[in-house]
Every structure is written in C-alpha cells, then in structure tokens.
Nanobody, 113 residues
Framework: QVQLVESGGGLVQAGGSLRLSCAAS????????MGWYRQAPGKQRELVAN???????NYADSVKGRFTISRDNVKNTVYLQMNSLKPEDTGVYYC???????WGQGTQVTVSS
C-alpha cells in the first residue's frame, strides 16, 4: 500500500522560508519521478517542481530560484525547500509520483503579506 505523508507547512510571513517533507512508503522515491504540486484557493492544482529519477530537476517559472526539490534515499523522503516566500505561494502542497494515482493529504502553506 502506497502512502505519502506531507508535513512542514504552516503560516509564515512574506520573505520567510519553509521546508516541506514527503515521507513515502510502498514506493521507492529514487526509482520514481517525484513532483511537488500546489493548489491555491479557487485554482487548479499545478506542478511546482519535479525530480526525475536520474535527470535534471525542473521548476515552474513562478518558483524558479526560490524553491529546491531534493530527496533522501535512506529516509525515502522528498523535500521542498521554499525560500523568499510570497503571498501567492499560499496553497495546499502535495507530493506525487508522476504518472501515478497516488496522492498524500497535503500540507497547508499560508504566506502573509
């Protein structure tokens, strides 16, 4: 059974930082293309960062230079380091093995101005 447990969200002022974690079980993250998505209120879920198994990481233009996706193969965990946060980064963040049906419960990030 695949489980993805996101954590690390919270309320932060603009300009602040947060590190999100996604602890995975039932899959091996280093063998999957992993992504972080976010869903802002009233908007569709969007991909903000992805880490292919062996390729170069990719970022949405809106977060490039501020967010960094990484993984710990020993802990089987994917991270999203978010710096210089802006109010428009507010939303629920999810990790997701690309092209799979698996989603976690998400973690709420709220950035105040």
């Amino acid at each position: 059974q695949v489980q993805l447990v996101e954590s690390g969200g919270g309320l932060v002022q603009a300009g602040g930082s947060l590190r999100l974690s996604c602890a995975a079980s039932g899959i091996i993250v280093r063998l999957n293309d992993m992504g972080w998505y976010r869903q802002a209120p009233g908007k569709q879920r969007e991909l903000v960062a992805n880490m292919p198994r062996g390729g170069v990481t990719n970022y949405a233009d809106s977060v490039k230079g501020r967010f960094t996706i990484s993984r710990d193969n020993v802990k089987n965990t994917v991270y999203l380091q978010m710096n210089s946060l802006k109010p428009e980064d507010t939303g629920v963040y999810y990790c997701h093995p690309l092209r799979s049906a698996y989603w976690g419960q998400g973690t709420q990030v709220t950035v105040s101005s």
